[in-house]
């Protein structure tokens, strides 16, 4: 099974991506549209898919994320997409 990594946030996805070598795939979730945009042609990386969102409601399917970073471990939320093994780095 493919390992899925989550990125709240578009700074916090310029600074993650060296960290997330073992992913096969990389869902960078922001609730801007214009910051999204700028991400999409400054990070060329074939791993990344580009999420318009953010919580309080992730847009990501139960238990399918193996990291999420940029998040609070206690929330809802966050619970219900990481996979039984995930873990959770909150905001640096």
């Known amino acids: 099974m493919s ?19 073992g992913f096969e795939e990389i869902v960078v979730l922001e609730p801007s549209v214009d910051a999204l945009e700028e991400l999409m042609h400054e990070l060329r990386d074939p791993r990344l898919d580009y999420v318009l969102g953010s919580l309080p409601v992730l847009p990501l399917p139960d238990a399918s994320v193996d990291l999420l ?3 609070d471990p206690a929330d809802d939320e966050v619970r219900r997409v990481l996979r039984r093994d995930g873990a959770v780095r909150p905001p640096s």
């Open 3 to 21: 390992r899925t990594a989550a990125v709240l946030g578009a700074a916090a996805a310029r600074t993650a991506l060296a960290e997330l070598d």
């Open 69 to 71: 970073l940029g998040a």
